[in-house]
């Protein structure tokens, strides 16, 4: 069973959970980021209207080939209640993800509203199965009980691949 963890991170609490799952359940970390950097200023205003918008950026790598892993996990932050840019593009430059299967997962200040819903909407669009979805709210985030439950849920879909 081959797993990667494909994730965007601005600030850097989305890439700790990514390394979290890696420490606990392996996989191969994918970290997307958009080919132009959002400034502290640019994010709230450019990056959340683009957030609202479910818009794409351009980002690297710029295709996300995943035919060679059973499972995929995906995490996004939270901007303006929804996944962020780059994560939509991520979402549109999955090759060979068909028929596979996911857990996906957000970070949050306090609500992620329909980030994931939409986020499952996309990849099962592009034929992938998401068996497991989970958000981390700041609290959250710095105990151990939801990210536990997070790397229990990878676990669960591991072993159904
Ligand atoms: C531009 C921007 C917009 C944000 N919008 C929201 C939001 O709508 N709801 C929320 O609960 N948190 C929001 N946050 C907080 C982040 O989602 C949260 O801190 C997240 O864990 C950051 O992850 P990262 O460090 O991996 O980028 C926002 C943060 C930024 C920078």
Redesign the pocket.
């Known amino acids: 069973m081959k797993s990667c963890i494909i994730y965007h991170?601005?600030?850097?609490?989305?890439?700790g959970i990514a390394e979290k799952i890696n420490a606990a359940c392996g996989g191969d970390l994918i970290e997307v980021k958009p080919k132009d950097n959002y400034s502290t200023l640019s994010?709230?205003s450019v990056?959340?209207i683009r957030a609202r918008k479910e818009a794409c950026d351009p980002i690297s790598p710029d295709t996300i080939d995943v035919s060679l892993y059973d499972l995929i996990i995906i995490g996004t932050?939270?901007?303006?209640?929804k996944a962020t840019p780059a994560i939509n593009g991520a979402i549109v430059a999955l090759k060979g993800c068909e028929g596979k299967n996911a857990v996906i997962f957000a970070?949050?200040?306090?609500?992620?509203k329909d980030t994931l819903p939409i986020m499952k909407s996309a990849l099962e669009k592009k034929g992938v199965r998401v068996s497991g979805e989970i958000v981390l709210?700041?609290s959250e985030?710095s105990g151990n009980e939801k990210i536990n439950d997070l790397i229990t849920m990878v676990r669960a879909a591991a072993d159904r691949v």
């Open positions: 991170s601005y600030s850097g609490v989305t890439r994010a709230y990056g959340c932050p939270v901007w303006a209640w970070t949050c200040g306090s609500s992620a709210n700041k985030i």
